[in-house]
């Protein structure tokens, strides 16, 4: 039956198929089909070796002899269908010919048959193989076992196959199945592992030595799908068991229930065994824990049966081998961090974990701890892990330690206390970004009054008791802990604890560590071991530095020391602290550090000269730079760490990365060990915007950080948008949150890369650090507060609010900064979010970047400024928040097109319709005075366009609710004049300003924004104009209603200082506006008229506050009131008359207006620029009409008053005394020498020149200027000399009283009237004995002089008393004793009826308390009823 092969040169067997082909040469005919079948049954007759046609059946070719050699395609799976139906028909034809041959059944042939093929396929690895130790097939052997068995299952659907037969007589021969073999058999459905497991008697002993085996053997590297096979073995029998041992079905049989316990000791057994090998971390285990995946055990088995075998599993683990006691937990318990146990044991942890909630896990974790014994090793790692992968595991556990001790000392159960303690102390040592740190939790737990010990004796004894039980196990650290923050004991019951702290300092003293060593700051860490005495003493020095330099002040901690810890203080912290260094130029924080403590006496002086004289060596050994130890060590480990986890970042899941992150943690720690902020209960970190210098290994640190956070990102990126990427960034930023110190080393190093460094910055890093910044944001709920000094806002901002304070948009390269570090954080904060809710999304965008963008984009871009309706058709962009990310990510994009691109958003544009994120017009108004013109990105034309554009035609058609105008002028105008009125004042003149000067202040945007008012205000008073009188009266109370309300303060110096800040500030504004709007035009009975209420009233109630002592207000004011009235005037029907009208009004309610006006008339070179500019204003007004009588009058008055000056004497003009008073008094003042005729020009004229001349003695004490305090002196002199003779002068002093020269009082400020009494009796002392007998005579100048008295003594008890002296360098207490020997003389000179009863009276009872030796004068000297009890009886 062989052929020769085609162009073969010999012959050549032939198999049955290609046989049956060759025969193929025409078609057959359908009545020849029966005839061929007995042919071919003939033919097999012949072939009597049945594996060979297992064999030759397995040809994966085979050919199909009734499809015809040119058959179709479609046709091919029916064919394939056929032959294996003929295949199966064939065999089973020749397998029942044999039995009926031999006798025996059909079964018993089929079985010896396969199980022949079966074990040729098999055995033939131990002939071949050179691994004799292999437990898996050959690819070869699976592809012919797979065969094999899909020609068994069709003998088995013939019904000529027994699969019990096949399974005891294969186990016959091996008693040792292998898994593969039997991972088939369970696949191709022919021997399931469910009837295995029930079937097969010694299951127990060969399936775990089988399992053990398999996970311990590896294939080749090359075998890739062995490798996948080997898993799915795995896994594929797992299943089984947990699906056979953990279904829970009320109905079970007790054969049912066997095979149940039966499976779940396999699986025991397998977990043990990985337990013992976890360690090593091997492949073994490895393999062993795949199989614990939810998603591929959940496959085969129910989800009650998947959580029931986990439970199970943790419950073993925890309760395996429980060899380990209390004690040695207590002292092991270091060496079982997260960082320090087998990879192998947490990632199991983590497996069983998955599908349960950390309270379920905790909660039979307490189960277990109740209820069996322990292996305190594998409850601590669990909870550690817990902890590390978990982020909601913090509060949970603390809630369950809170269980426990409240537990503990219901029922003083020390079970509880211990379980409570050892998960304390676990979570402790992750450290401070996973958990409490010890200190804080045992005295969050003990160190009050509320703590659970507090509420009676016994619980204090019990926890003292359990504290003293634990000493001789506990690590030196804990000891300290509870030594330096000891629980809290009542006074009475203080020796209590004193007994423990004895017992821990003798347990300390064994383990040679001296009390005297501790730490002022100890933590808790997880080295296992304290620090050397060296190291812990410069580690208390660097936070001892840290904290003065943040409060200013040493900390009571080294305070407290220097006084009952002297030994540590003087042996271990003076030194450390004093170690020779070469010292800085300029003083660091550890110098001021040094000098404080010297300054409070707590430095040897030897000491410290010789650390000086140390220092000064060093510095002359080695003068270029102070050694800095960079501590390669802990650098180089950190670098390899974080290159390690940017490789997790981009292949590793979320688990692995958290654990690299706690290892990544443990290294920081060593770096930053301390911080400041924990210790002193700080609750924001300090950014100091000044001095952001830091240690070069912590720059050298941060800066390794932030770049792999920039790597990271990268890398990430090239894979997957930020929303598809796992939670790195958050838990890499979660980690810095942790420790406070190295949190501030960061946001120093930001802020300076931010403020300083910007335009270095490439775009990867704006990258990096954008989506950095969006992270610190999103922690913003678990994050500390920021705290900015100097401060530029009242209270602690967020930190990534504190950050963008550090990004400028002032100048033409940090606005281009800005915008792109917006922009990517933005988009990358969009992109993050795109998958949660709106409202979660706002947890990845700042607001405050998300501000500067709206502020910077239509700044920057004029095509943001159009409607974007007009832009697009469709309106926003639809497009998905990840074509944002990968448009900025790409480098061949214009990044004006991405901010476009951006703004045009949907997400971008619904975000400005929350609160928070809407730019304010308030807001666009204080970033745009911080501009600085000269560096602007914009030149003037287009500044003035962007600025006419943003107030115009956006937000004043804004609605209020969206942080515009809604529409009406006057709000926009009131949001300009505020934030014009808060910019900073500079250091402006206005003395110095000319009238028609504006604001210079070519630094900033501030001149441009107050063209953008006068614009507006003159758009208003346009506007108004056809509205006549009533619509103008309307702005000009609004512009006065807006000064109003800032100037309104009350009477400290800070409300003073500041409001004299404002009306500088007011007066800026005030000179930039016309001066015609501030005249209401009014119209009664049809006659138009001038109303200046308004303004005399906020001249006396503001200017008057505020003008210097010399009572006049600026020149540029005045005139600029002066020219505003004449342009009013002329409105009205009678213009000379209103004008007239309104000057008269003002004499006599606004004297320090027309006061102002005259006297700065008499200053020749003020008049002689500003007269003409005022005639030639009023000419071209009224067609050459001569000026108004009262203005002509003023002109008058400084003729006057100069002539009298030049010693000419010419008639007095007919003005108010007043001012005519004032007028002399200003030409008097700029006199270079005294003229003999100013006591005759003094008798014509009224008490009111006292006044003014008064104040210039006021001004000359309290500002000396050279010869202004003998001239002042000279004056008042001559005044007093004058004054003397009449009888009601004394009236002019009396500030406080409604009398005819109240109008004098409304030309001083508050703070001149109160000193006036200071100046009154300064002078006073300067008169001579003649005058003063003169003034003694006139009717109640002893009752002024007591109360001038009294008023100087108030003053100087108060401290309001003048600083500045002339020459002679009188002190205050120096005048104020002459001013009581002064008043003492004139008591005792006058006579008893110098103060009537009633006078006499009120002055006895005000001096009782301020003065009783001078009550007693008034007594002897003045009261009649004093001098004799016997005539004062005679007389009733």
């Not at 530095?545 to 271990?572: D, H, N, Q």
């Not at 902020?677 to 830091?694: G, H, K, P, Y």
């Not at 390269?813 to 993050?832: D, E, K, P, Q, W």
């Not at 469709?874 to 476009?900: A, H, R």
């Amino acid at each position: 039956m062989s052929l020769s092969a085609s162009g073969g040169s010999g012959p050549q067997k032939r198999t049955v198929c290609s046989l049956l082909a060759g025969r193929v040469i025409k078609k057959p005919k359908l009545e020849d089909g029966h005839q061929l079948q007995e042919a071919t049954i003939q033919l097999l007759d012949l072939h009597q070796n049945l594996c060979s046609l297992f064999r030759e059946l397995g040809n994966t070719d085979p050919c199909d002899i009734f499809c015809s050699q040119n058959g179709h395609k479609q046709k091919e799976a029916a064919s394939d269908a056929n032959h294996r139906h003929v295949s199966g028909l064939l065999l089973v034809c020749e397998l029942r010919r044999q039995a009926a041959q031999l006798g025996v059944s059909v079964g018993a042939v089929s079985v010896k048959t396969v199980l022949e093929r079966l074990m040729e396929i098999t055995e033939r690895q131990e002939e071949n193989d050179w691994d004799s130790r292999r437990e898996m097939l050959t690819s070869s052997q699976r592809i012919k076992l797979c065969v094999l068995l899909e020609s068994t299952k069709e003998l088995l659907s013939q019904g000529v196959l027994c699969p019990k037969l096949l399974w005891v007589e294969y186990r016959r021969d091996q008693k040792h199945p292998k898994l593969e073999v039997v991972y088939y058999l369970h696949l191709y459905n022919i021997l399931t592992l469910d009837y295995i497991v029930e079937s097969d008697e010694n299951v127990r002993s060969w399936l775990p030595c089988q399992l053990k085996a398999l996970c311990g053997w590896t294939p080749l590297q090359e075998e890739e799908e062995t490798k996948k096979v080997q898993q799915k073995v795995l896994s594929t029998v797992a299943g089984v068991l947990v699906g056979a041992g953990f279904e829970l079905r009320p109905d079970l049989a007790a054969a049912e229930r066997k095979i149940s316990l039966l499976c779940r000791s396999v699986l025991d057994d397998m977990l043990v065994w990985f337990l013992d090998i976890e360690e090593k971390c091997g492949e073994g285990s490895e393999k062993w824990i795949q199989t614990f995946d939810a998603s591929l055990c959940g496959a085969s088995v129910s989800p009650e049966a998947l959580q029931h075998f986990f439970i199970h599993s943790l419950t073993q683990i925890f309760t395996c081998n429980p060899r380990l006691t209390v004690s040695d937990a207590v002292t092991l318990q270091n060496e079982w961090t997260i960082a320090k146990v087998s990879h192998c044991l947490t990632s199991l942890y983590c497996k069983l974990g998955v599908i349960f909630s950390v309270k379920q896990l905790l909660h039979h974790l307490q189960q277990v701890l109740e209820t069996h014994e322990v292996n305190w090793k594998h409850i601590l790692c669990f909870v550690s892990s817990l902890l590390v992968y978990y982020k909601a595991a913090q509060p949970s556990l603390r809630e369950l330690l809170s269980r426990l001790l409240s537990s503990a000392f219901e029922s003083y159960d020390l079970e509880n206390m211990i379980t409570a303690f050892l998960l304390a102390r676990q979570g402790a040592l992750e450290g401070a970004g996973v958990f409490l740190s010890y200190s804080d939790w045992f005295k969050m737990s003990f160190g009050g009054s509320t703590g659970y010990h507090a509420s009676s004796k016994k619980s204090l004894v019990f926890l003292l008791k359990f504290l003293s039980d634990l000493v001789p196990f506990e690590p030196p650290l804990y000891l300290k802990v509870h030594i330096l923050h000891p629980p809290y004991v009542p006074a009475k019951h203080r020796n209590l604890l004193m007994e423990y702290v004895t017992l821990a300092k003798t347990r300390l003293a064994d383990l040679k560590e001296s009390v005297e060593d501790m730490g002022l700051y100890e933590e808790v860490s997880d080295t296992g071991s304290s620090l050397q005495p060296q190291g812990q003493a410069a580690q208390d020095v660097e936070k001892a530095v840290s904290l003065f330099e943040s409060t200013g002040r040493i900390s009571a901690t080294v305070m407290e020391a220097s006084l009952f810890r002297k030994p540590y203080f003087l042996t271990r912290f003076l030194p450390a602290l004093l170690k020779p260094r070469v010292l800085p130029l300029k003083p660091d924080a550890q110098m001021n550090f040094t000098e404080a403590l010297k300054k409070a006496d707590k430095i040897p002086a030897a000491q410290y000269s010789s650390y000086v004289e140390s220092c000064q060596k060093r510095r002359q050994q080695n003068k270029t730079a102070e050694y800095v130890d960079t501590k390669e060590g802990p650098l180089d480990v950190l670098k390899i760490q974080l290159q390690e986890f940017a490789a997790l970042v981009v292949g590793g899941n979320d688990g692995e990365m958290s654990a690299h992150l706690s290892r990544i943690s443990h290294t920081l720690n060593v770096v930053f060990p301390g911080s400041p902020d924990e210790l002193t209960r700080q609750t924001a970190v300090i950014l100091n915007m000044d001095t952001s210098q830091l240690p070069e290994l912590h720059i050298k640190v941060v800066n390794l950080i932030l770049q792999n956070f920039c790597q990271c990102l990268l890398s990430a990126s090239r894979g997957n948008p930020p929303n598809k990427q796992s939670f790195w960034g958050c838990r890499f930023v979660g980690v810095l949150l942790g420790n406070r110190q190295l949190l501030s080393s960061v946001i120093h190093r930001l802020w300076d890369l931010f403020h300083n460094q910007a335009a270095s910055l490439s775009a990867v890093h704006i990258l990096g650090l954008a989506a950095f910044m969006v992270h610190l944001h999103a922690s913003m709920a678990v994050s500390p507060l920021v705290q900015l000094l100097p401060p530029m806002q009242i209270q602690a901002v967020p930190l990534a609010d504190g950050l963008s304070a550090a990004v400028l948009c002032n100048t033409h390269t940090n606005m281009i900064f800005s915008v792109r570090l917006c922009v990517a954080a933005v988009c990358y904060g969009l992109c993050r979010g795109d998958s949660v809710s709106p409202q979660q999304q706002q947890d990845y965008i700042p607001n405050s970047l998300y501000k500067k963008l709206l502020y910077l984009i239509p700044r920057l871009c004029p095509e943001a400024r159009i409607n974007l309706d007009c832009v697009c058709p469709d309106g926003q962009l639809e497009d998905s928040p990840t074509i944002l990310w990968s448009s900025i990510t790409d480098d061949k994009n214009n990044w004006m097109k991405d901010v476009l691109h951006l703004w045009r958003h949907a997400a971008f544009q619904q975000l400005e319709q929350m609160p928070q994120y809407q730019l304010c017009f308030s807001e666009w108004l204080h970033n745009e005075l911080r501009v600085q013109r000269n560096e602007d990105v914009l030149s003037d034309t287009q500044r003035q366009q962007y600025q006419q554009w943003a107030c115009l035609e956006f937000y004043l058609t804004r609605p209020e609710e969206q942080g515009g105008c809604g529409g009406d002028a006057k709000k926009l105008c009131t949001h300009l004049f505020n934030g014009i009125m808060d910019q900073p004042l500079s250091d402006l003149n206005l003395e110095k300003l000319n009238c028609s000067s504006g604001l210079s202040g070519a630094g900033t945007c501030l001149p441009d924004l107050l063209s953008r008012l006068q614009e507006l205000v003159y758009e208003m008073e346009v506007s108004n104009l056809s509205g006549k009188c009533r619509r103008r009266a309307d702005l000009w109370d609004f512009l006065f209603e807006i000064v109003s309300q800032r100037c309104s303060s009350s009477v400290s110096i800070t409300s003073k200082l500041s409001l004299q800040r404002t009306l500088h500030a007011w007066n800026r504004v005030l000179l930039a506006l016309p001066g015609v709007v501030f005249f209401k035009i009014k119209t009664e009975g049809g006659r138009t008229a001038l109303d200046c209420n308004t303004l005399i009233e906020h001249i006396n109630q503001h200017h008057r506050k505020v003008c210097p002592p010399a009572s006049v207000l600026p020149c540029s004011i005045t005139a600029h009131f002066l020219k505003g009235l004449l342009c009013a005037g002329v409105q009205c029907d009678h213009p000379a008359g209103e004008v007239n009208k309104v000057l008269s009004q003002m004499s006599i309610t606004c004297p320090l207006f027309m006061v102002s006006a005259v006297v700065q008339f008499t200053f020749h070179r003020w008049w002689q620029q500003l007269s003409p500019l005022l005639f030639s204003l009023w000419a071209r007004l009224r067609d050459g009409e001569s000026l108004p009588k009262q203005l002509q009058l003023l002109t008058d008055c400084r003729r006057w008053a100069c002539s009298l000056s030049q010693g000419l004497v010419i008639q007095m003009p007919p003005a108010a005394v007043l001012i005519c008073a004032a007028s002399l008094h200003g030409a008097y003042r700029g006199c270079e020498e005294q003229q003999q005729s100013f006591s005759d020009v003094l008798n014509a004229l009224k008490p009111e020149t006292e006044a003014k001349h008064q104040q210039d003695y006021l001004s000359a004490l309290l500002y000396p200027q050279g010869k202004s305090f003998e001239k002042s002196k000279y004056f008042c002199s001559e005044l007093l000399t004058v004054l003397v003779k009449s009888t009601d002068w004394l009236l002019i002093f009396r500030s406080n009283e409604q009398n005819r020269y109240h109008s004098v009082t409304l030309t001083s400020s508050d703070d001149c009237m109160q000193l006036m009494p200071w100046a009154i009796c300064s002078l006073l002392l300067l008169q001579s004995a003649e005058f003063l007998q003169k003034a003694l005579c006139c009717p109640g100048f002893l009752h002024n002089a007591i109360l001038w008295y009294l008023s100087v003594l108030q003053l100087f008890l108060a401290g309001d008393t003048y600083t500045a002296l002339p020459e002679k360098k009188v002190e205050p207490s120096q005048i104020l004793k002459d001013t009581k020997q002064f008043v003492m003389s004139l008591i005792s000179q006058a006579p008893p009826a110098a103060l009537s009863s009633s006078q006499l009276r009120q002055l006895e009872c005000q001096c009782a308390d301020l003065d009783p030796e001078l009550a007693a004068a008034l007594s002897v000297h003045l009261d009649p009823h004093s001098l004799s009890p016997e005539v004062d009886f005679l007389q009733w």
